[in-house]
């Protein structure tokens, strides 16, 4: 179940008031605690998991909205973007964030079309994945070169939609015979074409470009750069994937084993790298490849046991980290320095976000809460309760602002959503 809500801040402190217009869900625990008190939402809502049109029946792990703007020049096959909440998309694309990265059984709608070819539709299948010639593939002469689309991972597929449309089917399709995909993500600031990174439960890792899987009408994903082959690197699961903000084409990927690779996508993908020993599994420690060629080009041994989620602040100089352990760890990502992080009220964490402005982290997990963490308290400042399942996906809506407010500065209101993983026997 998706749910959304505001939190008023005034002077520093986090608070939430009720609205008489916004009737509340009978039975539905609707409120926020803060160390003030208890609080009813500001706003809250609910949305049935088919509230999407294309119905899959089936786990998906992550949702992410993508939207590509004029086609480059033909000579420059690059993909201009912007990230999982784009402009255009408003509140939609945050909607399409909530969908977390659990494992819960739960049906979603999607869309396609924008002129898109259907020889490839939510059925084909392409076999094992691998880069294929561009000068051996066919080109969709109908593709426009821009649109907003959804990327979302189910089961052994990627799938890709255009959210606009009113065609209920997929207008492209990509499947992996060896391994899932698990997680994924899209560069808004991209300035070649490989703008979206694809980590799969083999722990392998692909970067495409978006654009260029579009604009080909064959069954294979086209000009894959492949890393961690056959997990030549790390064998465990891909559990998170992100590209670092301003990083000049670096992203990061987790593992289930609670190591966190930096790869650079401008150095070749096979290149050899290999680390040190960690000499204890109980502490942080940062190892960096012994040659210039290599990639990944560093190792970040976070925590034992499974990285679950990811996150960077929006300047890139903060980075999130929530695991099996129950752990939020909050690093200074240039230091490479641990600086602060709190543990759930039991169980683990499945899933964190960062606020625009860097102020607030949510995270998200087994003890069916949303919690607030502030940065300048080094806190938890507020938590919500609601779920009565695991919160598999949390994110702040940013292209929201405040309908009251008045310029002063003084009052900022931030919107953010939550998905509760939903099980059916």
């Known amino acids: ?47 049935p998991s088919g ?32 990230s999982s909440f784009s402009a255009s998309s408003g509140v939609r694309s945050a909607a399409a964030r909530w969908l977390g990265a659990g494992n819960g059984s739960r049906a979603l709608g999607f869309v396609g079309g924008n002129g898109g070819s259907k020889n490839v539709n939510s059925t084909s299948r392409i076999g094992s994945l691998g880069a294929s010639s561009s000068s051996n593939s066919m080109t969709n002469t109908n593709f426009d070169g821009k649109g907003t689309y959804l990327i979302f991972n189910v089961c052994d597929a990627i799938f ?29 600031d991209a300035k070649d074409g490989h703008d979206l990174l694809i980590g799969l439960n083999s722990g392998d890792v692909y970067s495409v470009s978006l654009r ?31 590209w670092i903000p301003g990083g000049d ?46 990639n990944p080009i560093a190792r970040w041994h976070v925590c034992q046991g499974s990285i679950n989620s990811v996150a960077f602040s929006f300047d890139g100089a903060y980075l999130a980290t929530v695991g099996r352990d129950g752990y939020l760890r909050v690093f200074d990502y240039s230091k490479e320095q641990l600086v602060c992080g ?51 996906g949390v994110a702040f809506d940013s292209y929201w602002s405040s309908p009251n407010s008045d310029g002063t500065g003084e009052t900022v209101m931030y919107r953010f959503g939550s998905v509760g993983q ?3 026997c």
């Not at 509230?51 to 786990?59: M, Q, R, S, V």
């Not at 994903?221 to 559990?239: E, F, P």
């Not at 759930?344 to 860097?358: I, K, P, T």
């Open 342 to 392: 709190g543990k759930s009220y039991y169980g683990a964490l499945l899933c964190c976000a960062w606020s625009m402005d860097g102020k607030y982290i949510l995270t998200g997990g087994e003890d069916d809460l949303v919690q607030v963490w502030s940065m300048e308290d080094r806190k938890v400042v507020a938590w919500g309760e609601g779920h009565n399942s695991w919160v598999s």
């Open 249 to 294: 084409g670096a992203f990061v990927v987790a593992h289930a084993d609670g190591n966190m690779y930096v790869y650079d996508k401008n150095k070749d993908g096979a290149g050899d790298s290999s680390f040190s020993v960690i000499k204890d599994q109980t502490q942080f420690s940062v190892a960096h490849a012994r040659y210039s060629k290599s």
């Open 1 to 47: 179940m998706i749910r959304d809500a505001m939190i008023n801040t005034a002077n520093g402190m986090i608070s939430t008031s009720s609205s008489s217009a916004n009737a509340q869900t009978p039975g539905l625990k609707t409120y926020f605690k803060t160390p003030e008190g208890r609080y009813k939402l500001h706003y809250e809502k609910t949305h």
């Open 51 to 82: 509230l999407l049109h294309y119905a899959h029946g089936k786990t998906v792990t992550q949702v992410t909205i993508a939207h590509l703007k004029d086609k480059p020049a033909p000579s420059t096959p690059t993909g201009s973007s912007s």
């Open 212 to 242: 260029q899987q579009l604009q080909d009408v064959g069954k294979k994903l086209v000009g894959a750069q492949h890393y961690n082959k056959d997990g030549s690197v790390n064998n465990s699961r891909c559990t998170s994937i992100a």
């Open 160 to 188: 890709i939609s255009d959210l606009n449309s009113q065609d209920k089917d997929p207008i492209k399709s990509i499947h992996f015979s060896n391994s899932n995909p698990v997680c994924h993500a899209f560069d808004q």
């Open 422 to 424: 939903v099980y059916r």
